[in-house]
């Protein structure tokens, strides 16, 4: 898109509850065509729908990252900032789909180019994003300074908000009005407020970015009309989701932005303030009991927020659109250009850059040009919907850019197999927001024609999906809070005399409030003592709880600078399987994207943290485990890197990739056919990879020693969804019938009722096939056998194994020759050398 010389662009500026994006949906209907660009998802949903009830379906388009529905005669788009169709070099799109003109354009909540993390995008759509008849540029007032230096050919329109806006103060859970909405800056808190008012009030709606548009949408639809009197919701509700809101109530005024615990600043404020009150309505806005350490509203707040003064923006963060695609240097040094005007500030660096960087640190994809550099870079726009970071995102762009890098397309049975894993509903609330977040990455790539062979298919198959985790998040947030927080939470919120109680931790974790014990805080624990459910003393457990958080950040804080020494790798009673600090669990490992890259779920325990503490000490867990698999299965995570090198050959990437899944260890008759197509070349790469092409199994030597058994163990039982079998004892040559057949399926192979480590049974079925080949008489090497302790009949079961059959007393080869008659070995004769041998002993 790009304006005539007469096209008008508009700046539309003023507070919330002004109808600009009313406006905008008007004016763009009243066009042949036109694009809306928003900050999220949920609106440019709820707008597309009201597009859609004006006129109709097959005119409408909606494009997000996660949804994509464009009928081919549609002339309306409604889209995320990101996904807005903007022609130019700089975007992550290239389809016929991202370069149409449209006659109008609009971008929603333009201010938020000030926004660290997604500011140059607002920024570059705010410069580029018009349309050939009209342009609307829409935000707050703040944004009157820029507009003026960037375009100062635009027409600025102020509007006055509708109704009044005033400050009502503080109120309890109990008290608060009907109509209100009450906005948390956590999942958990969204939740735990929500079943208080269910309880006490009769019920409450719920607005979050976790759930489903359908979800969201039911949520909605039951608060407008009338079936409960209130909306618990996170900040998402500032942007543009109009409700009948006359009260807003702040459960916080502090969020975490993702790298820092902040106050609000006060246009934050105001954007969430402003949804009480709509049309000729007065709304208010107030705080729900908050403790004196997080304060409530200052004077110059509530004045700023109720007269809509705003410090103005004199800076917003910019990123070079015109990309040159020489090759992939060429290409990060346009993305890293300064701008030249002192209003445009360079943006910090974001996910894909970050990703690109990391990527072309390899040769091979830093020579990349042209038209692969453009494919490297639209991969490099997968977003980060896990929050893992770039080192870990960098793993799935490097992995699609070696399908789609020379045109090729992402595999489907990998995809499948993707999104079957995430469909599935069972699990607590970390995992299903962790699958979530996983299944939006997927439902991305099925929005790339140019990724998948099969998009409209796929895409419907992780829109499914998504819909069934968010309405699963929501019922296992709802029941879980139903028993556990909700009355501590009541409590906090509802009584305030207790906070100046002083709350003491002693040495040895004893909790008193004042002069009486109540519980016990073990690692981030906190156990009640059975005394404190004496009426008398529910209001110390209150004080407590809300207490205890210093003393709970001050052990995070201590335990994060820890060495790696400190944590281990622990097994509860249920088999679950965790990283312990000395006896405390402190996370769970589960099913994460393969074998070698387990996801980390922290315990219950550290709830209580805060985010930033919660995530911090997670990122350090998660730092631990990646330490101990790269220490004890770094030759399994080389075997897992050759069986996806496109310089492997294929033969090579076919074996390596069984071994893998197996976790280093196959019988080798389950290889036999990949093991057939093996050149010279591959089995000396092989060789160099550490990998035993043994004559029983297929192994890596080094993951036979205790501790990488151990991980192995590990790793497997949470992928397949068991508990942690029970492991041999270290150095075992052979087990009993009574091993866990599961732990010693690790290094052992069975033998009749023993199980023979698969080294040492390699040793003998090498000995009796180097004995066969040199034409000897006894294939069973007795000293080694005797050493390990083999009886009779797991000697023959061994020996048919290796490929030898009794016949009589001998042993005869079951080859293509028959043996020669003086080549026989005698089973008696191999058990008397083994009597001879015991005797020496």
């Given at each position: 898109?790009?304006?005539?010389?007469?096209?008008?662009?508009?700046?539309?500026?003023?507070?919330?509850?002004?109808?600009?994006?009313?406006?905008?949906?008007?004016?763009?209907?009243?066009?042949?065509?036109?694009?809306?660009?928003?900050?999220?998802?949920?609106?440019?949903?709820?707008?597309?729908?009201?597009?859609?009830?004006?006129?109709?379906?097959?005119?409408?388009?909606?494009?997000?990252?996660?949804?994509?529905?464009?009928?081919?005669?549609?002339?309306?788009?409604?889209?995320?900032?990101?996904?807005?169709?903007?022609?130019?070099?700089?975007?992550?799109?290239?389809?016929?789909?991202?370069?149409?003109?449209?006659?109008?354009?609009?971008?929603?909540?333009?201010?938020?180019?000030?926004?660290?993390?997604?500011?140059?995008?607002?920024?570059?759509?705010?410069?580029?994003?018009?349309?050939?008849?009209?342009?609307?540029?829409?935000?707050?007032?703040?944004?009157?300074?820029?507009?003026?230096?960037?375009?100062?050919?635009?027409?600025?329109?102020?509007?006055?908000?509708?109704?009044?806006?005033?400050?009502?103060?503080?109120?309890?859970?109990?008290?608060?009005?009907?109509?209100?909405?009450?906005?948390?800056?956590?999942?958990?808190?969204?939740?735990?407020?929500?079943?208080?008012?269910?309880?006490?009030?009769?019920?409450?709606?719920?607005?979050?970015?976790?759930?489903?548009?359908?979800?969201?949408?039911?949520?909605?639809?039951?608060f407008q009309r009338g079936e409960v009197d209130y909306l618990v919701a996170t900040d998402a509700i500032g942007m543009g989701l109009n409700m009948d809101v006359t009260?807003?109530?702040?459960?916080?005024?502090?969020?975490?932005?993702?790298?820092?615990?902040?106050?609000?600043?006060?246009?934050?404020?105001?954007?969430?303030?402003?949804?009480?009150?709509?049309?000729?309505r007065d709304g208010s806005f107030g705080t729900l009991g908050l403790t004196q350490e997080s304060g409530g509203f200052t004077d110059g707040e509530i004045e700023a927020?109720?007269?809509?003064?705003?410090?103005?923006?004199?800076?917003?963060?910019?990123?070079?659109?015109?990309?040159?695609?020489?090759?992939?240097?060429?290409?990060?040094?346009?993305?890293?250009?300064?701008?030249?005007?002192?209003?445009?500030?360079?943006?910090?660096?974001?996910?894909?850059?970050?990703?690109?960087?990391?990527?072309?640190?390899?040769?091979?994809?830093?020579?990349?040009?042209?038209?692969?550099?453009?494919?490297?870079?639209?991969?490099?726009?997968?977003?980060?919907?896990?929050?893992?970071?770039?080192?870990?995102?960098?793993?799935?762009?490097?992995?699609?850019?070696?399908?789609?890098?020379?045109?090729?397309?992402?595999?489907?049975?990998?995809?499948?197999?993707?999104?079957?894993?995430?469909?599935?509903?069972?699990?607590?609330?970390?995992?299903?927001?962790?699958?979530?977040?996983?299944?939006?990455?997927?439902?991305?790539?099925?929005?790339?024609?140019?990724?998948?062979?099969?998009?409209?298919?796929?895409?419907?198959?992780?829109?499914?999906?998504?819909?069934?985790?968010?309405?699963?998040?929501?019922?296992?947030?709802?029941?879980?809070?139903?028993?556990?927080?909700?009355?501590?939470?009541?409590?906090?919120?509802?009584?305030?005399?207790?906070?100046?109680?002083?709350?003491?931790?002693?040495?040895?974790?004893?909790?008193?409030?004042?002069?009486?014990?109540?519980?016990?805080?073990?690692?981030?624990?906190?156990?009640?003592?059975?005394?404190?459910?004496?009426?008398?003393?529910?209001?110390?457990?209150?004080?407590?709880?809300?207490?205890?958080?210093?003393?709970?950040?001050?052990?995070?804080?201590?335990?994060?600078?820890?060495?790696?020494?400190?944590?281990?790798?622990?097994?509860?009673?249920?088999?679950?399987?965790?990283?312990?600090?000395?006896?405390?669990?402190?996370?769970?490992?589960?099913?994460?994207?393969?074998?070698?890259?387990?996801?980390?779920?922290?315990?219950?325990?550290?709830?209580?943290?805060?985010?930033?503490?919660?995530?911090?000490?997670?990122?350090?867990?998660?730092?631990?485990?990646?330490?101990?698999?790269?220490?004890?299965?770094?030759?399994?995570?080389?075997?897992?890197?050759?069986?996806?090198?496109?310089?492997?050959?294929?033969?090579?990437?076919?074996?390596?990739?069984?071994?893998?899944?197996?976790?280093?260890?196959?019988?080798?008759?389950?290889?036999?056919?990949?093991?057939?197509?093996?050149?010279?070349?591959?089995?000396?790469?092989?060789?160099?990879?550490?990998?035993?092409?043994?004559?029983?199994?297929?192994?890596?030597?080094?993951?036979?020693?205790?501790?990488?058994?151990?991980?192995?163990?590990?790793?497997?039982?949470?992928?397949?969804?068991?508990?942690?079998?029970?492991?041999?004892?270290?150095?075992?040559?052979?087990?009993?019938?009574?091993?866990?057949?599961?732990?010693?399926?690790?290094?052992?192979?069975?033998?009749?009722?023993?199980?023979?480590?698969?080294?040492?049974?390699?040793?003998?079925?090498?000995?009796?096939?180097?004995?066969?080949?040199?034409?000897?008489?006894?294939?069973?090497?007795?000293?080694?056998?005797?050493?390990?302790?083999?009886?009779?009949?797991?000697?023959?079961?061994?020996?048919?194994?290796?490929?030898?059959?009794?016949?009589?007393?001998?042993?005869?080869?079951?080859?293509?020759?028959?043996?020669?008659?003086?080549?026989?070995?005698?089973?008696?004769?191999?058990?008397?050398?083994?009597?001879?041998?015991?005797?020496?002993?």
């Open positions: 898109m790009a304006p005539r010389s007469d096209a008008p662009v508009r700046a539309i500026l003023g507070p919330t509850n002004t109808g600009k994006t009313h406006l905008a949906i008007e004016r763009m209907c009243g066009h042949s065509s036109g694009v809306i660009g928003f900050p999220l998802r949920l609106l440019a949903r709820a707008v597309y729908d009201r597009v859609v009830a004006m006129k109709g379906e097959k005119q409408v388009a909606l494009l997000t990252g996660e949804e994509r529905i464009v009928p081919p005669s549609a002339r309306y788009f409604l889209c995320t900032a990101e996904s807005m169709p903007v022609t130019g070099v700089g975007e992550h799109h290239h389809d016929s789909d991202m370069q149409r003109d449209f006659a109008f354009a609009a971008i929603d909540e333009a201010q938020l180019g000030i926004d660290p993390e997604r500011g140059h995008v607002f920024t570059d759509r705010m410069l580029r994003a018009w349309g050939r008849e009209e342009t609307l540029i829409l935000g707050s007032e703040s944004l009157k300074p820029i507009v003026r230096e960037l375009l100062p050919k635009a027409e600025i329109v102020t509007r006055p908000r509708f109704s009044t806006l005033r400050y009502g103060g503080s109120v309890k859970l109990s008290r608060l009005p009907p109509r209100s909405a009450v906005v948390a800056f956590s999942a958990e808190q969204v939740y735990a407020l929500a079943e208080m008012l269910r309880r006490f009030r009769g019920g409450a709606a719920v607005v979050m970015g976790a759930l489903s548009p359908a979800t969201r949408n039911a949520q909605v639809a039951m009260h807003v109530a702040f459960a916080g005024l502090e969020k975490f932005d993702g790298r820092r615990e902040r106050r609000l600043t006060i246009a934050e404020m105001a954007q969430i303030a402003g949804r009480a009150g709509r049309h000729q927020i109720e007269d809509h003064r705003f410090r103005p923006l004199d800076f917003v963060y910019w990123r070079n659109a015109d990309l040159d695609f020489t090759d992939v240097r060429a290409l990060i040094a346009s993305l890293e250009r300064k701008p030249d005007d002192p209003m445009l500030r360079p943006a910090p660096e974001a996910i894909d850059l970050a990703v690109l960087k990391l990527i072309a640190e390899d040769p091979a994809i830093v020579a990349r040009k042209g038209v692969q550099a453009r494919r490297l870079w639209a991969v490099c726009g997968l977003p980060d919907f896990r929050k893992v970071g770039p080192m870990h995102h960098a793993r799935m762009v490097r992995r699609l850019f070696s399908y789609i890098g020379e045109g090729g397309h992402v595999p489907h049975e990998w995809f499948a197999a993707e999104v079957a894993r995430l469909d599935n509903m069972s699990g607590d609330i970390e995992a299903l927001a962790d699958r979530l977040a996983g299944i939006r990455s997927w439902a991305y790539i099925a929005h790339r024609a140019d990724w998948l062979k099969e998009p409209p298919k796929w895409a419907e198959r992780t829109r499914e999906v998504e819909a069934r985790l968010s309405d699963a998040l929501h019922e296992r947030l709802t029941q879980r809070f139903v028993d556990r927080r909700t009355a501590v939470l009541v409590r906090d919120i509802g009584a305030r005399g207790s906070d100046a109680l002083p709350v003491t931790v002693s040495a040895d974790g004893e909790v008193s409030v004042g002069p009486e014990p109540i519980g016990h805080l073990s690692g981030f624990e906190f156990r009640v003592d059975p005394s404190t459910r004496l009426a008398d003393k529910r209001l110390l457990l209150a004080a407590a709880e809300r207490r205890l958080g210093d003393e709970l950040e001050r052990r995070a804080t201590a335990l994060i600078e820890e060495p790696d020494e400190t944590f281990s790798l622990a097994t509860e009673e249920n088999g679950g399987i965790g990283v312990a600090w000395g006896e405390h669990i402190l996370a769970r490992l589960a099913a994460g994207r393969s074998l070698l890259e387990p996801a980390l779920r922290t315990a219950r325990a550290l709830d209580r943290l805060s985010a930033q503490s919660r995530a911090t000490l997670r990122a350090r867990l998660e730092r631990w485990v990646e330490a101990q698999v790269q220490r004890h299965l770094h030759p399994l995570e080389q075997l897992a890197a050759a069986a996806t090198d496109p310089a492997s050959s294929p033969g090579v990437r076919a074996l390596a990739a069984m071994l893998t899944d197996a976790g280093g260890l196959l019988p080798r008759k389950t290889a036999l056919s990949a093991i057939s197509h093996l050149e010279q070349a591959d089995r000396q790469a092989l060789h160099k990879l550490r990998v035993r092409l043994g004559p029983l199994d297929v192994f890596l030597p080094p993951l036979l020693k205790p501790a990488a058994q151990q991980w192995r163990a590990a790793l497997l039982s949470v992928r397949q969804g068991q508990s942690m079998p029970v492991l041999p004892a270290a150095g075992a040559a052979t087990l009993g019938p009574d091993a866990d057949p599961r732990g010693a399926a690790l290094a052992y192979r069975r033998a009749g009722r023993t199980w023979v480590r698969v080294d040492l049974a390699d040793r003998l079925a090498s000995h009796a096939r180097k004995v066969r080949s040199a034409g000897g008489t006894e294939p069973v090497d007795a000293e080694l056998a005797t050493s390990i302790g083999l009886d009779e009949e797991a000697l023959g079961r061994l020996m048919n194994d290796i490929g030898f059959t009794r016949a009589g007393d001998a042993w005869r080869w079951r080859g293509r020759r028959s043996p020669r008659r003086d080549q026989r070995g005698s089973t008696s004769h191999a058990f008397a050398e083994l009597a001879k041998l015991k005797k020496k002993t």
